[in-house]
C-alpha cells in the first residue's frame, strides 16, 4: 500500500514571496504518478501540478514548480510570487500506474497555506 | 463540456436514513472512485470502478455500497446512515493518469 506524508500541516508566507511545502511518500512502485492539488474554501479539488515518475525533469506550471526526487520519494512543491488566491489547503497525491487500484489516488493530510498580505 | 457531475451538493441525513448520492461522468473514462473527506484526514477512498460491471473497497468502504451497471455513472449509496459518515464526498474519474473531481457532496447526518 501507498502512504503519503505532509509534515506542515500549516504554513504562512507574504505575499509576492516564495513558498515550499514538502511531501514524502512510500511505495514499492515503479511507474507512477504524483500531484499537488489546490482546495480553495468553494471545495473544488484543483489539479495544481502532475509529474510523472519516469520522466527525470521537474515539472513546472508559471508560478508553480516541483523538486522530485525519486529516490528519496520527496516531492515538494515550490510556490514562486506568492498571490492571495493562492490561500487555500493543497493535497499531495499518488496515483499507481498498474495493477490493483490503478489510476486511484491516495492523498497525504494537506497543507493549509496562508498567504499573507 | 460537464466534465463529473455530483449531486446532491448539500444534503442533512437523520441517522438510520438511506440515499444515493449521484456521479456522472461524460468524458468516456473507464476508471471512477469515490472518496470522503474528514479534517486533518485528507481524501480517503471508498470505493472504486474501474470498468462497467467492475467494483472494488477503498480504504474506507464500510456502510457505502456501489455499483456500475454503465461507463457514465457511480452512484454512492448509504444504506443506513451513521453520524460517523457525516463527511463532504468527492467523485473522481480518471484515464491515464489524470483525475477529474466533481464538485463535491457535503453529507451531515444528524
Known amino acids: 500500500a501507498q502512504t503519503v506524508t505532509q509534515s506542515q500541516p500549516e504554513m504562512s508566507v507574504q505575499e509576492a514571496e516564495t513558498v515550499t511545502l514538502s511531501c514524502t511518500y512510500d511505495?514499492?512502485?515503479?511507474?507512477?504518478?504524483l500531484f499537488w492539488y489546490k482546495q480553495p474554501p468553494s471545495r473544488q479539488m484543483i489539479l495544481v501540478i502532475r509529474?510523472?515518475?519516469?520522466?527525470?525533469q521537474n515539472a513546472t506550471e508559471n508560478r508553480f514548480s516541483v523538486n522530485f526526487q525519486k529516490a528519496a520519494k520527496s516531492f515538494s512543491l515550490k510556490i514562486s510570487d506568492s498571490q492571495l488566491g493562492d490561500t487555500a489547503m493543497y493535497f499531495c497525491?499518488?496515483?499507481?500506474?498498474?495493477?490493483?487500484?490503478?489510476?486511484?489516488?491516495?492523498f497525504g493530510k494537506g497543507t493549509k497555506l496562508s498567504v499573507i498580505p | 463540456n460537464a466534465g463529473v457531475t455530483q449531486t446532491p451538493k448539500f444534503q442533512v441525513l437523520k441517522t438510520g436514513q438511506s440515499m444515493t448520492l449521484q456521479c456522472a461522468q461524460d468524458?468516456?473514462?473507464?476508471?471512477m472512485s469515490w472518496y470522503r473527506q474528514d479534517p486533518g484526514m485528507g481524501l480517503r477512498l471508498i470505493h472504486y470502478?474501474?470498468?462497467?460491471?467492475?467494483?472494488d473497497q477503498g480504504e474506507v468502504p464500510n456502510g457505502y455500497n456501489v455499483s456500475r451497471s454503465t461507463t457514465e455513472d457511480f452512484p454512492l449509496r448509504l444504506l443506513s446512515a451513521a453520524p460517523s459518515q457525516t463527511s463532504v464526498y468527492f467523485c473522481?474519474?480518471?484515464?491515464?493518469?489524470?483525475?477529474?473531481f466533481g464538485s463535491g457532496t457535503r453529507l451531515t447526518v444528524v
Open positions: 473522481a474519474s480518471s484515464r491515464q493518469g489524470r483525475a477529474t
Open positions: 511505495t514499492s512502485e515503479n511507474n507512477y504518478y
Open positions: 509529474q510523472e515518475a519516469y520522466k527525470q
Open positions: 497525491a499518488f496515483m499507481t500506474h498498474s495493477g490493483a487500484g490503478s489510476y486511484q489516488l491516495t
Open positions: 468524458m468516456n473514462h473507464e476508471y
Open positions: 470502478s474501474v470498468g462497467a460491471g467492475i467494483t
